[in-house]
């Protein structure tokens, strides 16, 4: 089994930054996609971005593109989400998954991972 844990999220401004951190455990996931999910009030879960194994492919939502990074640190077992220029329509829940399927990132933008962890609130405020 893999643990996910999130941390990074908060209130901001705005404008601002923020820097999602997702430390898996239970499994060394360097061979894991790992991905970046969101839920609104209200709203369904949707796709923020995602990464490969490797760090070589990675693939964003149209609406944080230019905006998100995604990046992973196989030695430390964890994957972040740099998030700029924060919208309020970015207001929700953050949820990191994992998945040990050897699939492209583009495949999660419509389909499910194996793996979350509980969530991150981010609320940015107008």
């Known amino acids: 089994q893999v643990q996910l844990v999130e941390s990074g999220g908060g209130l901001v401004q705005a404008g601002g930054s923020l820097k999602l951190s997702c430390a898996a455990s239970g499994r060394t996931v360097s061979m894991y996609a790992m991905g970046w999910f969101r839920q609104a009030p209200g709203k369904e879960r949707e796709f923020v971005a995602a990464?490969?194994?490797?760090?070589?492919?990675?693939n964003y939502a149209d609406s944080v593109k230019g905006r998100f990074t995604i990046s992973r640190d196989n030695a430390e077992n964890t994957v972040y989400l740099q998030m700029n220029s924060l919208k309020p329509e970015d207001t929700a829940v953050y949820y990191c998954?994992?998945?040990?399927?050897?699939?492209?990132?583009?495949?999660?933008?419509?389909?499910?991972?194996?793996?979350w962890g509980k969530g991150t609130l981010v609320t940015v405020s107008s």
């Open positions: 998954a994992a998945d040990q399927r050897l699939y492209a990132a583009s495949y999660y933008r419509h389909f499910s991972m194996g793996y």
């Open positions: 990464i490969t194994g490797s760090g070589s492919d990675t």
